[in-house]
């Protein structure tokens, strides 16, 4: 128990800590990791370590292969975003790339599932990653994903001034001696190493760098420096909460921790948009 809950811990404070990021370099409370293609390549990598794992012997333990596969498949998207962001300096394009790519990896992640079919315990294990669980946490792996997550975390931290300036503005902040390429090149870093270590660890978890986030600057603020460690912390409440309604959810067998969180995220956040356009009106 106590690992599951530091591993709940883990993964809701890694993907919100990237949410807080991609949100602040975007300037957009609707932005999350997904937006950039890391969250779907993670999750391709590691899929494709589930189906060779099952299929081949491998020299190393299923959990160690498996988080080289998710930082592998992190890093490859990490590379193809920043040749576009070297190759553009307008954001929009970096954004675009990012989602196009995101696409491009969810299928062949379908591709990596369907060829796993004939296959009953390969196919059940591609898909319980991809929705999402805990149950496949063990100390080697969170050993090996903690200092990604951490690292990501206390870097994120230290650009926290400069995404308090980019909030003004482009143009702004580099009036003020920002720095743009460069800060936009070090978050993608860090968001990557954020969600890789989050992905190794849970799988395909929604909605967690999305609503956190949103709920957390409602509450103290858009201080990167304040709003990062708060969101370490309550994204890891917010996961552990829905893994806790996992277990007790009357189902037969226990429902993936991704549909968990997908279902309480949705209605929270389309809640918190609707009562921020109110808010809108009543100004």
């Known amino acids: 128990r106590a690992l599951r809950l530091a591993a709940a811990l883990v993964v809701g404070g890694g993907l919100a800590m990237a949410g807080v990021l991609m949100q602040g370099l975007f300037r957009n409370p609707l932005a999350d990791p997904g937006v950039i293609g890391t969250n779907a390549g993670a999750l391709l990598g590691g899929m494709v370590m589930v189906l060779v794992g099952g299929t081949v012997a491998l020299p190393l333990p299923p959990s160690v292969m498996l988080a080289m596969g998710c930082i592998g498949g992190g890093l490859m998207s990490l590379a193809v975003v920043l040749a576009v962001a070297r190759a553009s300096r307008d954001q929009v394009t970096v954004l675009l790339a990012g989602v196009v790519l995101s696409m491009l990896f969810t299928g062949l992640g379908a591709a990596v599932s369907a060829w796993a079919h004939n296959h009953w315990e390969l196919a059940r294990a591609l898909m319980a990653f991809s929705m999402g669980s805990l149950d496949a946490t063990d100390g080697t792996l969170l050993l090996m994903v903690l200092p990604l997550v951490i690292g990501g975390g206390l870097m994120g931290w230290s650009w ?39 992905v190794a660890i849970g799988g395909g978890i929604a909605f967690v760098g999305l609503v956190v986030p949103h709920v957390l600057r409602r509450l103290i603020g858009v201080t990167h420096r304040r709003l990062l460690p708060m969101a370490a912390l309550g994204g890891g409440v917010f996961v552990l909460v829905c893994d806790i309604a996992v277990r007790l959810l009357p189902t037969q067998g226990e429902m993936p921790l991704g549909v968990v969180t997908g279902l309480i995220g949705a209605p929270v956040f389309l809640w918190l948009i609707l009562a921020e356009r109110r808010t809108e009106v009543l100004r």
């Open 160 to 198: 926290g001034r400069q995404l308090d300036v980019l909030l003004c503005g482009e143009e702004e902040a580099a009036s003020l001696g920002i720095d743009l390429a460069l800060v936009r090149r070090w978050i993608v870093v860090w968001v990557t190493l954020l969600v890789a270590g989050s």
